[in-house]
């Protein structure tokens, strides 16, 4: 260590220890604190390191200054250069860059090989049961058997059941997000469906839907108030279920980019992709998927009579409107563009009713999740489901027939109650079904309930969330299960229950053949 000496002066210049330069006022006779103030490291420099890899002189006596100045000095050191700083600002800033991008990069991969195994085990039931001559629900099987393997699982080896859980999670958050896109298609293309109908015809159908879906919700309801009643489970706590995160500015601009290219290439083009449909595809489906972001990003109160689905049907409806008025060809045949139902030449309908069977396969991790709520409460959720289910096929059946509505339209609208994946799979066990018919029907009896369920349950008394959830998803499905969850968190769990469960046994006691028949006997 240097040696230690001392100096007269009590004022010192110390380089090299502050960054901040400071003065002090030059005195004539400064005032004598001590008659050792201050002790110094020698006259000779020491060099020592600033920090930053650089030797700075550490001390400085005073003597060294001008006779007459009388001033504290501290400078910064001269090493310490902003080029330096900026050097090493930039570095860590973009480790973290870098870190980011490739946490969002597996992110992507998990979510697409999660997705991926869960659209690839629907296609290959699909196939299978097609070369099988099975007409059961192919989605329905495998939800079945993803179930079973879950709670096995969970009865052995629970770890193993809770990491497959979380390695489908990121494909199952993607499905909730874009639920509501799966079922627009079906409304997209309504003018082809009902173009054949007679109006009086579409009136009564519009008769049934409304009226079927206050029946069908006020029979789901006064059920699980009567079971809870008689069973008096007390409610506990259902294990938190994930949301979706909101859409962002990017994603918005992204898929308006996507719009304005692909619409000018089509309008160009016309078949640069092969075929008219592959062309207009990128454009109708950035249209749907932009109608659905802004149609979310709407305030509360003009939601809920203008919900998402409305926007983005019409969102998708003007995209098409305009390749047609601006091609010569009309809007029918950009909507045929739409949904082609040839696997060969699919439209942008087609690739989102795709994932329809994807939803069916989601029930089973739903269910798994609230295993030991379905436990608790099994008596008032399928007592439940099964009445309501059972009422609102029979009940279409008999109105139907009063109203004198064509039996293959009744036929058509018979799972009104039932998602779209399951609907369709329903009347493909009938002979004659208009299936464009059965899944707009569906989509406008969930708009019904999103739009008016919370205030009907409110005027019908019902203010248990067992009960309000149950009645919600038994009478609207998908739509309405959105719409009450949004605002009521609590009944979520049941909503989600309920609205698998009232497909899957729909379907179950569809497919029986005396079940069939006797509906066919009360339509005519």
């Not at 006779?29 to 020491?46: D, I, M, N, T, Y």
């Not at 208009?434 to 309930?449: H, W």
Request: aromatic fraction near 10%; hydrophobic fraction near 50%; glycine fraction near 8%.
């Amino acid at each position: 260590m240097a040696s230690i000496s001392q100096f007269p002066s009590p004022f010192l210049v110390h380089r090299g220890v502050l960054p901040n330069q400071a003065r002090l006022a030059s005195v004539k006779k400064p005032r004598k604190v001590c008659s050792r103030l201050f002790s110094v490291c020698s006259v000779g420099a020491r060099k020592a390191d600033d920090g930053y890899g650089k030797a700075a002189e550490t001390l400085r006596p005073f003597d060294a200054l001008e006779p007459d100045s009388r001033i504290l000095v501290f400078e910064a050191p001269k090493t310490h250069t902003k080029k330096n700083v900026a050097v090493k600002s930039s570095g860590s800033v973009t480790g973290l860059t870098s870190e980011g991008v490739q946490t969002m990069v597996l992110k992507l991969l998990h979510l697409v090989v999660s997705l991926g195994i869960i659209v690839y085990m629907d296609k290959l039931l699909k196939k299978a049961f097609v070369d099988a001559a099975i007409k059961f629900p192919s989605a329905l099987f495998g939800m079945f058997c993803i179930f079973t393997i879950l709670m096995v699982l969970d009865a052995t080896i629970p770890d193993a059941a809770t990491t497959l859980l979380d390695f489908f999670q990121p494909a199952l958050v993607f499905i909730q997000r874009w639920l509501p896109l799966f079922y627009v298609p079906s409304l997209v293309v309504l003018p082809l469906a009902v173009k054949d109908i007679p109006a009086a015809s579409g009136f009564k159908i519009l008769l049934i839907v409304v009226g079927g879906w206050l029946a069908s919700l006020s029979v789901a309801g006064f059920t699980a108030i009567a079971v809870r009643k008689l069973v008096n489970t007390e409610m506990i706590p259902a294990e938190p279920m994930p949301k979706p995160s909101p859409f962002s500015s990017l994603e918005l601009w992204l898929w308006g980019g996507i719009f304005l290219v692909s619409f000018a290439s089509a309008f160009l083009y016309p078949t640069a992709l092969g075929t008219n449909a592959r062309t207009c595809l990128p454009f109708l489906l950035a249209s749907t998927v932009l109608g659905y972001m802004i149609g979310s990003g709407l305030p509360m109160q003009v939601k809920t009579v203008f919900h998402p689905i409305i926007c983005c049907t019409l969102s998708a409806e003007l995209a098409a409107l305009a390749y047609g008025k601006l091609s010569n060809c009309g809007l029918n045949p950009v909507l045929g563009y739409y949904l082609t139902k040839a696997s060969s030449n699919p439209g942008a309908g087609d690739l989102l009713m795709g994932f329809l069977g994807s939803v069916i396969l989601s029930f089973a991790f739903s269910m798994f999740r609230q295993r030991k709520l379905v436990k608790r409460h099994a008596s008032e959720i399928f007592t439940s489901v099964i009445i309501s289910t059972v009422f609102s096929l029979y009940s279409t059946a008999i109105i139907g027939r009063l109203v004198g509505l064509e039996p293959s339209l009744t036929v058509s609208i018979l799972p009104r109650c039932i998602t779209v994946a399951l609907a369709l799979s329903i009347v493909t066990f009938f002979e004659g079904p208009n299936p464009s018919l059965t899944a707009a029907v569906v989509v406008v009896t969930g708009l019904v309930g999103a739009n008016f369920v919370q205030a009907t349950l409110d005027r019908l008394g019902f203010r248990d969330p067992i009960a309000r959830g149950i009645a919600t998803a038994s009478s609207a499905h998908g739509l309405g299960t959105a719409a009450l969850s949004a605002k009521e968190p609590e009944a979520l769990p049941f909503c989600a229950i309920a609205y698998a469960l009232t497909g899957i046994f729909g379907s179950l006691i569809c497919s029986l053949p005396a079940v069939r028949q006797s509906l066919l006997a009360i339509i005519g």
